[in-house]
C-alpha cells in the first residue's frame, strides 16, 4: 500500500518529466524545417523526449513502491526495458 506522500511525490515527479517531454518536443518543432531530410533529427527527438520522461516515469514507480510503471511501452518504444 502506498503512502499519501508516495503518491504525491510520484504526482510531482510525473508532471516534471511530462513538461521535460513539453519542451524537447517543443525544441524539436523549432528546429524542424520541413524538408525531408530534417525529419530523420525530429523523429529521433521525439522518440528520445518520449523515451526519457518514461525513464523519468519508471524511476518515479520504483523509487515510491509503484509497481513497474510504463516500461512495457518504454520497450516497444526503444526495444529496451531500461
Known sequence: MTTFTQEQSHKTAVALAEGARQAAVMAAKAAYTGLP????AFDAAIKAAD??????????CAANGLGPGPSQSLYWLTGSYT
Open 51 to 60: 523515451a526519457a520522461a518514461m525513464r523519468a516515469i519508471i524511476a518515479s
Open 37 to 40: 531530410a530534417t525529419q530523420p
